[in-house]
């Protein structure tokens, strides 16, 4: 019998995490959507010719120009921005902590209502900045290699505190109004804590959002969502979202993958490549991404590449090796690099690409699979 209880952690009924209103019960405004925000213009007896026209003013101040302040919003008559001030907020969470690691990765330690700290994580390359954004607090998968998983699950994010993790990173970054051009922020991961397609229905409200091009504006082909291979959802990502994919491979066979992702024991690796096949879009200009954590002895010999070649055949693939990340208490070790080198060579000759992801901002416990590690630890010291 296959015990579930191994696959993943129990999700208690009420996960939903904190309202809509704050303590002064204000409406918060980040993550609502244009007809949400003529709701907003309608409960304040607005006329309803012009709530269509008021909500795309305010989905302009709100997405656009990043404003934090109602009074900056001058297309909107005063009498009406004032009161607006008076019911809702434009309250993005606070910054717990606001980290930067010696190799230009900074990461957002982000306290909301309830008290959950959120992670995301920026890193700055040569031709693009990606913020990898969290989906959960905690995770309910178990993948035996992975420390969020090790962590209490806590629950699922709103659509608010996803938006807003994209949005704290511009405040800080100083990247309003959102430019077209030469941006900071490029790309979006959904890479962070979390599994995004267990929490879909907010993670695709928040990218619908985030890719609209009068707001935030980042586009479907700049984000890219990561699962740990949840079947079912991946054929919904694609039609209702079409964003770029990444699965969490790791390994090429079901015995071993049972062990590291063991969702795998639900969907197994058959299942999950006929899901790949399925997604829509995918091409040689736009492949799925296969993460693959390179551990010693358990993963990363020369007949693992091979056969990582073989099952990947027909699929437009890219696969990004990632150098292990340990954390304390792990029974994994890191492969060696010259193991590493082969076994990207390898994938490589057969005409894959395989760059192997150098670790980025492991000084700041920022690195995959290490997101909450830090904050665990730092609530821990403070406690002594
Ligand atoms: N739940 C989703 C999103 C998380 S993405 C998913 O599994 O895809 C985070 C990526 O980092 C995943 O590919 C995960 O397997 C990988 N990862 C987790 N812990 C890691 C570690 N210690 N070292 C290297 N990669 C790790």
Redesign the pocket.
């Known amino acids: 019998m296959l015990d579930l209880t191994d696959i993943e952690k129990p999700v208690p009924v009420d996960n939903a995490g904190p309202g809509d209103f704050d303590a002064n019960g204000k409406r918060y405004l980040v993550g609502l959507d244009r007809d949400e925000l003529a709701n907003v213009f309608r409960e304040l007896g607005e006329p309803e010719k012009s709530l269509r026209m008021r909500a795309n003013q305010l989905w302009h101040w709100l997405y656009h120009r990043g404003t934090q302040d109602f009074e900056d919003m001058t297309t909107i008559a005063k009498g009406l921005r004032a009161r607006l001030a008076e019911v809702a907020t434009l309250d993005r969470g606070a910054i717990e902590s606001h980290q930067q690691s010696e190799d230009g990765t900074a990461k957002w330690l982000v306290r909301n209502a309830d008290g959950a700290l959120i992670e995301s994580v920026y890193i700055p390359e040569e031709d693009r900045g990606t913020l990898c954004v969290s989906s959960q607090v905690g ?1 309910t ?1 178990n ?1 035996s ?4 998983g090790t962590q209490a699950w806590v629950r699922n994010l709103q659509p608010r505190e996803i938006v807003a993790q994209i949005m704290i990173a511009r405040d800080t970054l100083g990247e309003w109004p959102s430019p077209q051009e030469g941006r900071l922020i490029s790309n979006v991961v ?3 804590m ?3 397609l267990y929490n879909l229905d907010h993670v695709a409200k928040a990218l619908k959002i985030v890719m609209d091009g009068d707001g935030v504006s980042i586009s479907k082909r700049r984000i890219t969502l ?3 291979g949840v079947v079912p959802m991946m054929d919904r990502c694609g039609e209702e979202l079409d964003v770029n994919l ?3 491979l ?1 390994a090429v066979n079901d015995e071993t993958r049972d062990e590291l ?1 063991p969702i795998n024991r639900k969907y197994p690796i058959a299942e999950l490549l006929a899901a790949c096949r399925r997604y829509p879009g995918s091409s040689n200009s736009r492949r799925i991404t296969f ?1 693959y ?1 390179m551990l010693k002895g358990v993963n990363d010999s020369a007949a693992d590449a091979r056969e990582l070649v073989r099952i990947l055949k027909g699929i437009p693939a890219k696969i990004n090796l ?1 150098p ?4 304390p208490g792990v029974a994994y070790d890191c492969s060696d690099w010259p193991t590493i080198r082969k076994f990207s060579d390898i994938v490589f000759n057969a005409g894959v690409s395989a760059p192997i992801r150098m670790p980025r901002g492991r000084d700041i416990m920022a ?4 997101l909450k590690s830090a904050s665990v630890k730092q609530r821990a010291s403070q406690r002594t």
């Open positions: 995770c998968l993948c290699f992975c420390h969020t959904m890479m962070g979390g599994e995004p990561s699962t740990a990444a699965v969490s790791h992702v993460e954590a990632i292990f990340n340990p954390w690195a995959c699979g290490q």
